[in-house]
């Protein structure tokens, strides 16, 4: 089997600290067979790593950069949970994405999230999704990924 930790190793990532929630929420539930993780914007060390709407301020590669960042955070978040081990399947990934006037890359900009996922896991990487263009997102982060994963 995949050894997810050997994966984020050999990419040259370390997780990090599950960031704290920014509202009345935690960071991942588990339900059943299933993780849900809460929407991770890119935050490191508690700081958020770009402000901005993507396609004005925020390039669409520095943005899919930011999106694997958001990835890195859930899967922080499923492994304090449950450990990344007991990870069977990522079944969906949601990216939203603040989008300038015109601005229509977002499923570019959230192939930073499930390109990660693959690496990490391999074929039960590979999941549903949808890139949404919003207005806004939580602290002006130009990016925010949430994920389903199925659990052993």
């Known amino acids: ?5 050997a994966k984020l190793a050999e990419l040259g990532l370390a997780l990090p600290e599950v960031a704290a ?3 009345a929420y935690v960071p991942a539930v588990q339900s059943g067979k299933h993780v849900y993780v809460s929407g991770q914007v890119p935050l490191a060390e508690g700081k958020l790593l770009a402000t901005g709407k993507v396609g004005a301020g925020v390039s669409p590669e520095q943005a899919k950069d930011l999106a694997e960042r958001c990835a890195l ?7 304090a949970l449950v450990g990344l081990e007991n990870v069977v399947k ?3 990934v949601t990216g939203f994405v603040a989008s300038a006037e015109g601005f229509t890359g977002q499923p570019g900009v959230i192939n930073g999230a499930s390109e990660l996922f693959g690496a990490v896991f391999g074929e039960a990487g590979q999941h549903a999704r949808s890139a949404v263009g919003v207005a806004e997102l939580p602290l002006g982060a130009p990016v925010e ?3 389903i994963v199925e659990v052993a």
């Open 1 to 5: 089997m995949n050894d997810p930790y």
């Open 90 to 92: 990522v079944v969906k």
């Open 145 to 147: 990924v949430e994920v």
């Open 21 to 23: 929630p920014v509202a």
């Open 73 to 79: 955070n859930a899967l922080a978040a499923i492994d």
